[in-house]
């Protein structure tokens, strides 16, 4: 089987950190893969080294491999995606997100086998025309779904047969952080061996609401709780800008970190953090539940969707209000012991969601619906 994955941004954004993960396990299972993403971002070069990648962003080619063949393209997405499957004669097309109903239309073109990946829970449908759904629903021979939510968004546009939920993974072997570095961080950061470290990770975009973050923290600190937030992941737009305005005219700006994008260093700060705040409106799974977990960490989070599929008693606190009150009263909970977490059971949850369970799953299905 020879699959070509049609990715965004190659970003570490959780859809495409976790289709990494399966990619890794496909290779690593005697499956040809090539990648081809839109944008040229730093997820490409943490791809298994003999996969060819082909990178294409709006307005050029960005030259990886191929350099030698390839044209400008001004806007001719399916001038695009015809060079890679001339290129790499796949069997299989795999799309990544609903946002890319275009690469869908292309396939059935062509007349290619189609598996589309949806990680989208309904407000990320107002990037999609109108017109796309009849494709994103109807095409596809397999629509595998990140979690019982998102499943149920394609359900109610009309999906009924050979759509699969199929959790994201998180690979263990590559969250190993050291410790000696997590006490470092934490001297970076000036705090004490008794402050609480809050943590979060996410594009500072409206939906993962890092302005809620910031208000949360501002409340806690302001009644006197000894605590100190950080922010792993970064967006360029004024919106991010306005955020870290807000913490930075706080009075509290040194209690409040925007460390952005991480890269070998993300699993230390995660580790160096006391336990993990989700302040989402949506989120079709939660790949920092799982990491949190994983590292041995409560989580407490609004009800966003999929984390309810993840959490378990004893790993934290689902809120299902949307009162700010609420949720701070769980985190308070969860600093002075009065929510009760488990370590063991945390871990072992994590485990359910390794790379070795899920990608198992994955590659059946795949084999199931297009054959060895």
């Excluded at 239309?105 to 017109?131: D, F, I, N, Q, Y």
């Excluded at 759904?133 to 968004?153: D, F, K, M, T, W």
């Excluded at 809120?319 to 700010?324: F, Q, T, V």
């Excluded at 059971?345 to 297009?370: C, I, M, P």
Aim: glycine share 8%; hydrophobic share 45%.
């Amino acid at each position: 089987m020879r699959i070509a994955f049609f990715i965004k941004r190659a970003a570490r954004t959780g859809s495409e950190i976790a289709l990494c993960n399966f990619i890794w396990y496909a290779v690593t299972n005697g499956v040809d893969v090539c990648v081809a993403a839109r944008y040229g971002g730093e997820l490409l070069d943490q791809l298994p080294p003999n996969v060819p990648v082909f990178v294409y962003d709006q307005w050029r080619w960005t030259k990886r491999k191929y350099a030698g063949l390839l044209r400008r393209l001004r806007g001719d997405g399916n001038g695009f995606t015809s060079f890679v499957h001339a290129t790499f004669a796949p069997d299989v097309w795999y799309v990544n997100t609903i946002v890319q109903p275009d690469c869908v239309w292309e396939a059935k073109r062509k007349g290619v086998k189609c598996v589309l990946h949806s990680h989208e829970l309904e407000h990320m449908l107002t990037h999609v025309p109108e017109e796309s759904a009849a494709i994103l629903v109807g095409y596809p021979q397999l629509v595998l779904a990140a979690s019982n939510a998102s499943r149920h968004v394609l359900e109610c546009l009309g999906r009924r047969d050979d759509i699969e939920v199929c959790y994201p993974s998180i690979n263990p072997l590559l969250i190993k952080p050291d410790s000696d570095n997590v006490k470092k961080l934490r001297r970076e950061l000036a705090v004490g061996d008794e402050t609480f470290v809050w943590a979060m990770a996410g594009t500072l975009d409206p939906n993962k609401n890092p302005a809620r973050f910031v208000s949360i923290a501002l409340e806690l600190l302001r009644k006197g709780h000894d605590v100190h937030f950080i922010w792993l992941g970064d967006f360029d737009s004024v919106y991010a800008l306005y955020v870290k305005q807000m913490a930075q005219q706080s009075g509290f700006a040194e209690k409040i970190t925007f460390l952005g994008a991480r890269t070998h260093d993300y699993y230390d700060w995660l580790n160096a953090a006391d336990a993990v705040v989700i302040t989402s409106f949506k989120e079709s799974f939660s790949l920092i539940a799982v990491e949190a977990a994983h590292l041995g960490k409560p989580v407490v989070s609004f009800d966003s969707g999929g984390i309810t599929e993840i959490m378990l008693e004893g790993m934290g606190a689902v809120i299902d209000s949307w009162n700010d009150t609420d949720l701070i009263r769980a985190m308070v909970g969860v600093m002075n012991g009065g929510i009760p977490f488990n370590r063991v059971v945390a871990e072992n949850r994590a485990r359910e969601f390794s790379v070795d369970v899920q990608g198992q799953r994955w590659l059946q299905l795949l084999t199931k619906y297009f054959g060895a």
